[in-house]
């Protein structure tokens, strides 16, 4: 089955600077790779996805990029604000193939420093 | 536009014993999924219903168990809880178009077990 591992668990930066999370993904079947935030004592949330048919998808601030050869994909947060402090969470799954199976990362605690 | 709501948010329970945890879905969506979220961890997918009927597992045991109702509420089974078994259970609706597409969670019930 599926495993995705993602690195850092980890990653304080301060105000303004770029952070960069990292997942890498086994099963090359996977197609699509969601991202979602969890703030502390809250649901998570999606913030970005990616389809294995392109290479990378930008929405404003927040960009993800796909390596299907490396089997790896990252998200880009740019001029980091302190609302962006959370738990980010990388996942994989196979589109259509019944269930939409999310296979998680063990998430990353992202904090920005003023 | 009502989000996922999911009930009890809290409860605490005593190894083998069994709780039941309900979920109502966001209005328009036709899929539930539940996973499992441990301390410091990632969700971990249990299972998804579609159309009252499970349409996907993941590695969990046959003492998980869960319902879909007509109106696409649900509900999730835990028989002969164990002390592993604490967790946050995380209930997120969809609708299923063939398509992967953003799960929306609930914010949660977190299950304790003594």
């Known amino acids: 089955g599926e495993n995705v591992e993602q690195h850092p668990s980890t990653l304080s930066v301060q105000e303004g600077d770029s952070a960069v999370i990292k997942c890498t993904y086994s099963d090359s079947a996977s197609n699509y790779f969601p991202w979602y935030k969890q703030e502390l004592g809250k649901r998570p949330q999606l913030i970005i996805d990616?389809?294995?048919?392109?290479g990378e998808k930008k929405d404003q601030r927040i960009a993800v990029t796909l390596n299907k050869t490396a089997k790896h994909f990252s998200l880009h947060i740019t001029e980091t604000q302190p609302e962006d402090s959370a738990v980010y969470f990388c996942a994989a799954s196979e589109e259509g193939q019944g269930a939409q199976k999310l296979v998680f990362g063990q998430g990353t605690r992202l904090t920005i420093n003023p | 536009e009502t989000g996922v709501t999911q009930s009890p948010t809290h409860l605490i329970k005593t190894r083998g014993q069994q709780v039941t945890l309900r979920c109502s879905s966001q209005s328009g969506h036709n899929t539930v999924s539940w996973y499992q979220q441990a301390l410091g961890q990632g969700p971990q997918f249990i299972f998804q219903y579609y159309r009252e009927e499970e349409n996907g597992r993941g590695n969990f045991p046959p003492r998980f168990s869960g319902l879909q109702f007509p109106n696409y509420s649900s509900e999730l089974n835990v028989n002969a809880l164990e002390l592993d078994d604490s967790a946050l259970y995380l209930c997120?609706?969809?609708?299923?178009?063939?398509?992967?597409?953003?799960?929306?969670f609930g914010e949660g019930s977190r299950l304790t077990v003594l």
């Open positions: 997120a609706s969809s609708l299923n178009s063939g398509r992967a597409g953003e799960l929306f």
């Open positions: 990616i389809r294995s048919n392109v």
